[in-house]
């Protein structure tokens, strides 16, 4: 499991969302053009909308793990997941916290493989993930 790529979708799910949304609507309105194929923009629509309830059963099982952790952890673990270079630029001490929360994370989260689809879908995706 790579951790950093899922808590970077965990805490920037809404952006992708709205992304989706978007996403779906200009696919919707694109098939009113004259010179559209109807069929192919509809399986389109119905293949992001089936991706954002894969991303969304991910999202849920992720923030049951999430939701359990202490506030501090929480922090470290978005703070982590914003990083563009890991931890390796942090001082020692503070170093020593993310590695804690992300062992911490990665002991509850040991089921997330079971979402092989939204983990997919997540590597998929995440070029649309805010930065």
Known sequence: MKSKRILKFYFGAEGLNSTL?????????????VQSDGEREVSRVLALVGAKEELSKLWGYLDGVI????????????????????????????RRGIKKSLMKFARHARIAERFSEGMRLVNEYYCLLPP
Do not use: N, P, Q, T
Request: hydrophobic residues 30%.
């Open 21 to 33: 949304d978007k996403l779906i609507l200009k696919v919707a309105c694109s098939s009113c053009r």
């Open 67 to 94: 939701s359990e952790m202490s506030e501090e952890d929480k922090k470290a673990l978005e703070e982590y997941s914003s990083m563009r270079c890991g931890e390796g630029m942090s001082d020692a001490a503070h």
